[in-house]
């Protein structure tokens, strides 16, 4: 029998979550996978990627977990002091730990903090559980909250909040949540990730075939845009709930993730691949005039999660983890020639790891900016951005030339430093919105969705990512510095208490920006390890089921983010070769964009 026609049927109970018209339901169910070993290209929501555990890595499946939660009942409430008492609340462990001050990146840019943003948010979303607003309304306690309500208690006499009471905050849905208590299996609950955890642009493609029929054109296949003042555009979202809209005629955006109206930059992010697949498809359809819409979608979809792939592996991760710790474990191998990369492991589990999502890769918001500056083609500004101004507000995006200005600006201005300062934005004017003086606090929402999750503490992780396990504070003087060892001493009642998202961050950054032998280090390491050795469909291996060619590969290594924005920008002209690092007079000056690489397609003409 010819092996590539065999189908592995599995059987798998209780993991076929649905999304009906946008909203997530979870139900027990047994579903029949039928997976074709010589399928070519990888599914929309992530299945059959591995043929012996067909939902590894599939949207709507659980989060990993390194080490053991520390649910304070055991299965899934959130965490206690081990004292027995309340851990302090996250927003007085915010403003006594984290400094309300702005410091700027000595290297990256704000390229480097948003591609961070669009790539975490390629890997993991979390299914929410209620309207989040309803647990704490105009900051204070609501009566009778719905029991998924998770609110962060703000304490007497905050610097900002004074006379509140709360910040709103809801659960997640885990597995026993959501009634499937017969997928449950490891004694504690564990949180459901929404989307694929591959690096396969689930933002701009979606993670189901509905969702994806909503923005595919059907047509040379193309994804649906719409044209205005000489440029093109994700289509209308007629549901606004999305966007914090002033009008009904307000421009909001619908692709592949419903976080894309969020920032300016992390929408240009979205509307730069997306465009980029058009030119792609474009393309193919010129030299391949018989292919069909499929054929042209999928070729054009596979090469732009190549050059995506290739990006983050090559360009974006060694600026965070440092070259030679990636060479080292195995995960900067070859960025250029036509070898292949064969470490494709089925044994490999590619989800996403709960203190990845949870704590570690939330290290980036310490990195965000929160004035951003709009620039013209010789990098002079024109204009300022406040963050809170401009959140939800994908409106000013398409304003006159704003989309290449604030793109200059992203590409161009310094991120905040990751340290233990975070920009007053996001701090205190967080969702403010226009009628409201102050907003959120973004790191206390990071710290109790650490709780939430039941995330292990910073201690427990100092133990498995190698570091002596800490018997006094003093003791995590090895990789936290003396100010901060004191801040933390003020807040928590134990070292064992100390959150993972709270340590981690205050760890010095070493040789990189995440440097090695610190927790975060750790987890990013093995979390990037089983993204690729994980994913039959990496675009490296020769083992996938349709690899690309030799001269194929030695293309693909030319894949740049800044030349992702040449070629999609419509009016960027000057590029540095790297987007993530700051221009300077030396190897990463200001060019022309004709002067940076290109992928030459013509290799895929059939």
Avoid at 369 to 387: H, S, V, Y
Avoid at 441 to 460: E, V
Wanted: some cysteine; aromatic content about 10%; hydrophobic content about 35%.
């Amino acid at each position: 029998m010819n092996q590539s026609l065999i189908l592995t049927i599995i059987i798998v109970t209780c993991v076929d979550y649905c999304f009906m018209q946008g909203e997530e339901f979870c139900q027990s169910v047994t579903s029949t996978i039928r997976c074709n070993p010589a399928d070519q290209y990888r599914r929309i929501n992530g299945r059959c990627n591995n043929l012996n555990r067909p939902f590894a890595g599939a949207a709507a499946t659980k989060l990993a977990r390194l080490i053991s939660p520390r649910y304070s009942d055991g299965v899934s409430e959130p965490p206690v002091s081990v004292t027995g008492s309340d851990l302090p609340s996250a927003r007085l462990v915010s403003t006594t730990c984290f400094t309300d001050n702005s410091v700027a990146d000595t290297k990256l840019t704000l390229t480097a903090m948003n591609f961070a943003h669009f790539l975490t948010h390629d890997m993991s979303f979390g299914i929410g559980n209620i309207n989040v607003n309803g647990c704490c309304t105009n900051r204070t306690l609501v009566s009778n909250p719905d029991p998924s309500c998770f609110p962060i208690p703000i304490p007497s006499g905050d610097p900002i909040h004074p006379r509140e009471e709360c910040f709103s905050f809801a659960r997640n849905f885990f597995d026993t949540s959501a009634g499937c208590t017969d997928y449950q299996g490891d004694g504690f609950a564990q949180q459901l990730n929404r989307v694929t955890a591959f690096l396969d642009l689930s933002v701009v493609y979606s993670n189901n075939n509905g969702d994806l029929a909503k923005i595919r054109s059907y047509i040379d296949g193309k994804m649906i845009v719409e044209t205005r003042n000489g440029a093109t555009w994700p289509p209308e979202n007629s549901d606004k709930s999305d966007c914090n809209v002033e009008s009904p005629t307000e421009t909001c955006y619908i692709g592949g993730d419903k976080r894309m109206n969020f920032t300016p930059h992390l929408t240009i992010m979205h509307i730069l691949f997306l465009r980029e697949h058009n030119r792609i498809a474009d393309s193919l359809k010129a030299m391949n005039p018989t292919w069909d819409d499929d054929k042209l979608f999928e070729e054009a979809r596979r090469i732009n999660i190549a050059q995506y792939q290739y990006i983050a592996y090559y360009e974006f991760l060694p600026q965070i983890l440092g070259l030679d710790n990636m060479k080292n474990a195995g995960l900067y191998v070859y960025d250029q020639g036509s070898a292949y990369v064969n470490d494709y492991d089925s044994n490999a589990d590619p989800s996403v790891i709960n203190e990845f999502t949870g704590a570690a890769f939330r290290y980036f918001h310490t990195m965000i900016k929160g004035t951003l500056n709009l620039l013209n083609e010789q990098r002079a500004i024109k204009d300022t951005a406040r963050l809170s101004d401009v959140i939800d507000r994908p409106v000013y995006v398409e304003k006159d030339d704003n989309f290449q200005s604030f793109t200059r600006g992203m590409a161009t201005q310094a991120s905040e430093a990751r340290d233990a300062n975070l920009d007053p934005e996001i701090q205190s004017y967080l969702f403010r919105r226009s009628e409201r003086q102050y907003g959120d606090d973004l790191k206390a929402l990071d710290i109790q969705r650490d709780r939430d999750h039941g995330i292990g503490s910073y201690n427990d992780m100092r133990v498995a990512a190698g570091l002596s396990r800490a018997t006094s504070f003093d003791d995590l003087l090895d990789v936290i510095s003396s100010t901060h060892v004191n801040n933390l001493k003020k807040v928590y009642s134990n070292v064992n208490d100390i959150d993972l998202s709270v340590g981690g961050d205050l760890e010095y950054p070493r040789d990189s920006t995440v440097g090695h032998g610190t927790t975060y280090h750790y987890i990013f390491m093995n979390q990037f390890k089983n993204t690729r050795t994980g994913d039959r469909f990496w675009f490296e291996s020769s083992s996938s089921p349709y690899p690309f060619t030799g001269q194929q590969l030695i293309e693909l290594r030319k894949s740049s983010l800044s030349r992702i924005i040449c070629d999609n920008s419509n009016g960027v002209e000057l590029m540095q070769p790297d987007s993530f690092v700051i221009a300077n007079s030396g190897d990463n000056a200001y060019v022309g964009c004709s002067s940076i690489p290109t992928v030459d397609l013509s290799y895929w003409k059939a």
